[in-house]
């Protein structure tokens, strides 16, 4: 499994990851294929049953893919967004739909590494 967050903007150096990382929305996937290096998710529309969390469960179609073989960590994820707001309980959820409601069916692209981060062990 795996979960991709964001976490705000960036306030200060992006050398480094801030010490406050707070999950906001979170995608979620599923492992496809594993290889020695290199893993692909497909990131879901609907989180699992009895799955949680961090943050707000974000809907998505689209894959991620963590690749180590230059030693360093890598993520590059593709998809698209495929939900409207909502609220349950006061609070602000996000819900799937088959045809997203205007605005809401973006596409996306992202191509991140690793930076030093304070809460991470051994930085």
Sequence with gaps: MLTISDA???TGSPASAPDDLVPENTMFGLLLREDRDKATFLLLR????????AGRFFPVDGYAT??????NIRLQASG???HSEGAI???KVLYDVPL???G???AWHFDAKQVPWSAQGGI
């Design 66 to 71: 963590i690749d180590l073989s230059s030693g």
């Design 8 to 10: 705000g903007r960036i």
């Design 80 to 82: 698209r967004h495929v």
């Design 104 to 106: 809401s069916g973006m």
């Design 89 to 91: 309980d006061g609070q």
């Design 100 to 102: 997203p409601a205007p």
């Design 46 to 53: 609907h989180l699992p049953l009895n799955v949680i969390v």
